[in-house]
């Protein structure tokens, strides 16, 4: 008689209902700096000042310009399908949703800042977006002083990806009319 196999290295898959009422709970601690991904608690990196120098930067740009029609959310939790609840550095959405109504196909820009996580946002995370139909993601690369701008998911990736310096003019295309440099961040 041969002895059940048992599967090695796997872990298990929890739900983000699951992960709410273990933060509630008390399993999990809420402060901690983590992302849910296809039902795996994954640790993020915290924030360094250059960071948050261009996160606040950009969140104060976008929200004076878009005010009037978007929200501009910085730190939110954008859950999507598939167990996975993400944590953007900046998320755009409009004023007639709240954040609980949040999906990839109803935000009209996710912006992921990469001083440490440039491999991270630029794949697996720029997969995970794709997936879930968020229209154009920018991933702001500090240390190269490029943004790699995402548009038109398409299967897990992007019909059209460029990248754009930071001394450079951004647009997105839910508001061709803004324009943003990212030099001018400091």
Known sequence: MNAPTIIKDQK??????????????????????????????VPI??????????QNWLGRHLTLALS??????????LILPDNTALDPDICVYPLSLNAADLAGDKVVLVIEVAVSSKRYDLGKKAGLYSRMGVPELWVVDANARTTHVHRGPQDGGWRDIS????????????????????????
């Not at 009037?68 to 939790?77: E, L, N, P, Y």
């Not at 310096?165 to 990212?182: M, N, Y």
């Open 12 to 41: 298990p898959r929890i739900s983000v209902a699951d992960l709410f009422h273990m933060m509630e709970q008390g399993v999990v601690d809420p402060s901690a700096k983590f992302e849910l991904v296809e039902g795996e608690i």
């Open 163 to 186: 990248v754009v310096r930071f001394e450079d003019s951004l647009s997105p295309v839910a508001d061709v009319t803004l324009s943003v440099r990212i030099a001018d961040a400091g």
């Open 45 to 54: 990196s915290p924030q360094g000042p250059l960071h948050q120098d261009i």
């Open 68 to 77: 009037d029609r978007f929200w501009v959310a910085q730190g939110s939790t």
